[in-house]
């Protein structure tokens, strides 16, 4: 079994999750392509933590090593918070900020526990939306990495 926490693992993840989110849309399967959706950009932002910090595993990050832990490691705004810069792009006011406006797709529709335990079909235009947000927020950090989608 690999280190989950290794950064080449979360990056992997990353992109694995975000294809199966995109399987998932397809196959009308809304609320389930939302939740894989969220775990791309989970696993991307951690893989992120680890690119910026010059570290191999997210267990020797700075945010890591200050506590956070249980659900807080799934927390979207908890690991940006670790990531001041690409905080300031992504929440830029600026006029046409593509980041601003997909964060807030991500962040107001990925409710992990909620979503997880959920018995409803969900929206097709919610994932829709949810997966190009997903889509554009991910090849950004994979670009901040100096990765490829």
């Known amino acids: 079994m690999p280190d989950t926490y290794n950064r080449r693992v979360q990056l992997c993840a ?3 999750r ?10 009308k399967r809304w609320t389930g392509a939302i939740y894989l959706g969220g775990y791309a950009i989970e696993s991307v932002l951690k893989s992120l933590i680890c690119y910026m910090e010059v570290k191999n595993n997210f267990k020797d990050t700075k945010i890591f090593k200050e506590g956070l832990r249980g659900a807080d490691l799934h927390s979207l ?15 830029s006011k600026e006029t046409n900020n593509p980041y601003r ?6 962040s107001s529709l990925w409710l992990n ?3 997880r335990y959920s018995d409803k079909d969900g929206k097709e ?3 829709q939306e949810f997966i190009e947000a997903v889509k554009t927020l991910h090849r ?10």
């Open 77 to 91: 705004v908890k690991l940006l918070e670790a990531l001041p810069d690409i905080q300031r792009v992504i929440q």
């Open 18 to 27: 975000l294809e199966d989110a995109q399987v998932l849309h397809n196959q």
């Open 113 to 115: 526990d909620q979503l």
């Open 101 to 106: 406006q997909a964060w807030n797709t991500v």
């Open 125 to 127: 235009k919610d994932s």
């Open 14 to 16: 990353s992109r694995r």
């Open 140 to 149: 950004f950090m994979l670009n901040q990495q100096g990765e490829t989608s």
